[in-house]
């Protein structure tokens, strides 16, 4: 449920939600939606009071009028005349039906359903084999179980209906976007499956080789035998990072309301880091040209996250950047002081646009064999974007193929500050 709304559609919405909750749909039923709706149900069951107080003042003081006894207090807030403006300001879908047919429905729900569903028979209106179960249940239930529904809407959402009883044959029948959840089960399916998948490969590829290993005629060669255990130790050193990695991650998710604040000086660690890779092997003739604004004020964050975050951003620059050219890095002031700005560029193949925006999820490669044979699990950018959210940064890739790939952090001076969390 977005509450991106003004305060003046907000309270609408309070207003709509109480009448909804007149209407018949009890407290429990808003319970599920967390915090922000049990507020909601709360100032909506005052407001729902408010509208009972109106209706017994009324029939007190004009009993004549209110002669046609209304069967129950619940009906009448449903024919109460501001009942239709109300239940258009629920952000989620909420439709009334008598018997089978629709009486009335939210703006949501017609965006969701269709204009001109008023009128029309419910069982059409959602296709589902549930929606016909409760029109033919006899006498009609209080209540139904929730039910939930795929197919409507956009291919990917999921909701959740629930229909309550408000009385003289009339139902009023509210939809539930689940998408969020469903999505996060989702990523949390998906991430074990590709998790496990990462593991499996050298597991059983470090299993094959000590299987032919074990074999007397492969075992006695000894040259055999140093070649199949430098895979090996290949392989385990790929099971090592990907779990070092995936630990990284949980931590780093698990501290991202905690804004870093030890100060940093990053200019200092860029050096520190850039030694780290001008003295590996794996350079292939490129070097990593340093460009640091002078007399930089400390950064606040945490060390070791950022050097992880220059460490795997370095790596990628120096896998996928072309043998022989620079890797050039700076470090410079934003315009108004207030952000420190740093920049790696590379020359190498560059990344197509359409793989940009799914670069940052976990164990996303653009080709995955090359990367897995560099020793990559699809993790690193991942890192750095946690990183960065956690440092309340900014993070930006931009990319041309065959050209180059210049990744932008800005990072704001005190993260703690900005964040409105000092602590
Ligand atoms: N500088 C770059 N130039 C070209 N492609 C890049 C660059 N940085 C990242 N990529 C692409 O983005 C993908 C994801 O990068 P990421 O760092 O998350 O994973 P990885 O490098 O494959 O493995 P890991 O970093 O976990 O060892 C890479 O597989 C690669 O295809
Ligand atoms: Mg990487």
Do not use: C
Not at 180 to 204: C, I, K, Q, W
């Amino acid at each position: 449920m977005a509450y991106d709304a003004s305060p003046l559609q907000k309270t609408g919405r309070i207003l709509l939600a109480a009448a909804v909750i007149v209407a018949g749909a009890i407290i429990g039923f808003y319970m599920s939606g967390g915090v922000e709706r049990l507020i909601v149900t709360l100032s909506a069951g005052l407001f729902a009071i408010i509208i009972l107080l109106e209706n017994r003042s009324e029939r007190r003081s004009n009993p004549q009028a209110a002669a046609p006894i209304l069967k129950n207090e619940a009906l009448a807030i449903s024919q109460h005349p501001q009942f239709s403006p109300l239940i258009n300001g629920i952000v989620d879908p909420v439709l009334v039906i008598a018997g089978p047919v629709v009486q009335q429905a939210n703006r949501a729900a017609r965006k969701l359903l269709g204009e001109h569903i008023v009128g029309e028979d419910i069982r059409l209106v959602i296709r589902h084999p549930s929606v016909a179960d409760f029109i033919s249940q006899t006498p009609i239930p209080e209540t139904s179980r929730p039910i939930m529904l795929m197919g409507i809407g956009s291919r990917d959402q999921r909701w959740e209906m629930q229909v309550k009883k408000i009385g003289d044959g009339k139902r009023l029948l509210f939809l539930w976007d689940q998408s969020g959840s469903y999505a996060v089960d989702r990523m949390r399916t998906d991430f074990v499956a590709n998790a496990s998948h990462e593991l499996r490969t050298p597991l059983s590829s470090i299993k094959g080789f000590i299987e032919t290993l074990e074999d007397d005629s492969a075992g006695d060669d000894a040259e055999l035998r140093t070649r199949f255990l430098g895979v090996m130790f290949g392989e385990a050193q790929r099971m090592q990072k990907l779990i070092d990695d995936l630990i990284s991650l949980s931590r780093i998710e698990s501290e991202k309301h905690n804004a870093p604040d030890s100060p940093v000086d990053l200019g200092e660690l860029i050096r520190e880091v850039r030694e780290v890779f001008v003295n590996s092997p794996d350079m292939h003739g490129r070097d990593i040209l340093v460009d640091i604004t002078p007399d930089l004020p400390p950064t606040f964050g945490d060390r070791a996250q950022l050097s992880q975050l220059l460490h795997n951003l370095i790596s990628n620059a120096v896998k996928y950047g072309r043998d022989g050219t620079p890797i050039a890095i700076s470090l410079t002031l934003s315009r108004n002081g207030a952000m420190q700005r740093l920049v790696i560029a590379d020359e190498g193949e560059g990344i197509a646009p359409e793989h940009l925006p799914r670069l940052t999820e976990r164990f996303y490669r653009v080709d995955s064999g090359r990367s897995r044979s560099m020793g990559g699990t699809g993790l690193g950018l991942s890192i750095v974007k946690h990183i960065v959210e956690r440092h309340r940064g900014r993070f930006d890739i931009a990319s041309i193929p065959n050209k180059g790939t210049t990744i932008t952090i800005s990072l704001p001076k005190n993260a703690g500050v900005q964040a409105g969390t000092q602590q």
